[in-house]
């Protein structure tokens, strides 16, 4: 993330043609801030964001898929500096096509193929 700005406006064999985002807001926190929107503006890059709320990066984004906070879906919980875990259950049913990080994840190989191929798998469940 240090170097997103040089590595989406200067590296050519292979150019980075696509850009998924997740967890962050590359926009805004990254080093070298008008790099990397020069970068996020281009327009040969796709760039799929997945995030729970509009940030500065998905004003760049190709396309926003929705993502679950974390009273959405089930998640087992690990703590700093003890040995104990604890499995959190959700507390309502996701909104819209909310998913998680780790669905969207999973998904994206089925997605990012060619749009003619029939046994590609939607993003969202």
């Not at 080093?31 to 796709?46: A, S, T």
């Not at 760039?47 to 998640?75: C, G, N, S």
Request: proline share 9%; charged share 15%.
């Amino acid at each position: 993330m240090v170097q997103l700005g040089r590595a989406l406006n200067t590296l050519t064999a292979p150019p980075i043609q696509a850009l998924f985002v997740y967890s962050s807001n590359p926009a805004a926190v990254c080093p070298n801030h008008n790099e990397v929107v020069r970068g996020l503006k281009r327009p040969d890059l796709f760039t799929v964001v997945h995030e729970q709320f509009f940030t500065d990066t998905t004003d760049y984004a190709d396309i926003v898929l929705p993502a679950t906070t974390f009273f959405e879906h089930k998640d087992l919980q690990t703590a700093y500096g003890h040995y104990y875990s604890k499995f959190r259950t959700r507390r309502w049913i996701p909104s819209a096509n909310a998913a998680p990080t780790s669905t969207c994840s999973a998904r994206s190989p089925g997605a990012w193929a060619s749009t003619t191929n029939a046994s590609a798998k939607p993003w969202i469940p």
